[in-house]
């Protein structure tokens, strides 16, 4: 079982990227999204039931990025927009094979699948 962490670069600042994450092997419950950005500490960005609605984002990113699925392809995005140099990370894909509820998306340790990471760097 293999998560795929991929569509990282360089955008300026105002520009939009989506990051892709393609399971192979399986569909998991749970999707999350988290970030590490230079010197700072792994944060989380968004998650998603694979089945049905529910979804959850960080403040910092609510209105700006949108997380999908395409079920025939197996794979998540995190559509990402109005990006800030502030959101210059390394962003990490993770997964788990439960439907976690809400409260629990945002902690690392609730998904035991993680993808390489994947860069994106804002910048003009």
């Known amino acids: 079982v293999q998560l795929q962490a991929s569509g990282g670069g360089l955008v300026q600042p105002g520009g939009s990227l989506r990051l892709s994450c393609a399971a192979s092997?399986?569909?998991?419950?749970?999707y999350g999204w988290f970030r590490q950005a230079p010197g700072k500490e792994r944060e989380f960005v968004a998650g998603f039931r694979w089945s049905g609605t529910t979804t959850t984002y960080a403040d910092s990113v609510k209105g700006r990025f949108t997380i999908s699925r395409d079920r025939a392809d197996n794979t998540a995005y995190l559509q990402m927009n109005r990006l800030s140099p502030e959101d210059t990370a390394v962003y990490y894909c993770a997964a788990t094979s439960r439907s976690l509820i809400l409260s629990t998306m945002a902690r690392e340790n609730a998904y035991n699948y993680w993808g390489q990471g994947t860069l994106v760097t804002v910048s003009s």
């Open positions: 092997g399986r569909t998991f419950g749970t």
